[in-house]
């Protein structure tokens, strides 16, 4: 399973993109219906793990509602593959991710790591999550990997 960035509807689905020139393979990941809003899910494809996020229907503005994000599984600050059991919410308007650990926040849009709570990123793991581009196409999520 995944989540990721915004964009644009397409003809056989909607497409939620970071950085879709690197993707080299698309995986399907899981029943958009299988993903409860404002709640994460792990996937496993090969050896890398995606948090899938589902944001909530939002009646004011349907453009925004149901949006799937995919970032990386492994929290960088207690190096423990988490993020998929994280707190959805947001900054700004920007959808983000607390970490279960130690509760840094992370954009689900860019990955940034927007509160770092005063901890440093264990070994030399970077402090902000990979983001992975996501389709939703005839209601099947589906991750772009590198």
């Known amino acids: 399973m995944s989540v990721n960035d915004v964009s644009e509807v397409q003809v056989t689905g909607v497409t939620w993109e970071s950085d879709s020139s690197a993707v080299t393979r698309w995986e399907r990941a899981c029943l958009?219906?299988?993903?409860?809003?404002?709640?994460?899910?792990?996937?496993?494809?090969?050896?890398?793990?995606?948090?899938?996020?589902?944001?909530?229907?939002?009646?004011?503005?349907?453009?925004?509602?149901?949006r799937v994000y995919a970032v990386q599984n492994l929290d960088p600050f207690s190096a423990a593959?988490?993020?998929?059991?994280?707190?959805?919410?947001?900054?700004?308007?920007?959808?983000?991710?607390?970490?279960?650990?130690?509760k840094q926040v992370f954009s689900l849009v860019t990955g940034e790591c927007l509160v770092?709570?005063?901890?440093?990123?264990?070994g030399d793991l970077p402090p902000d999550l990979t983001t992975y581009p996501v389709e939703v196409r005839d209601g099947v999520v589906h991750v772009g990997l590198p």
């Open 116 to 122: 770092a709570a005063d901890k440093t990123p264990k």
């Open 81 to 102: 593959h988490v993020m998929s059991r994280g707190i959805v919410g947001t900054r700004a308007g920007v959808p983000t991710v607390a970490a279960p650990v130690y």
């Open 32 to 66: 958009l219906t299988d993903l409860f809003p404002e709640r994460g899910a792990a996937a496993l494809f090969g050896d890398v793990q995606v948090a899938l996020f589902r944001l909530a229907e939002d009646p004011a503005d349907p453009t925004q509602g149901g």
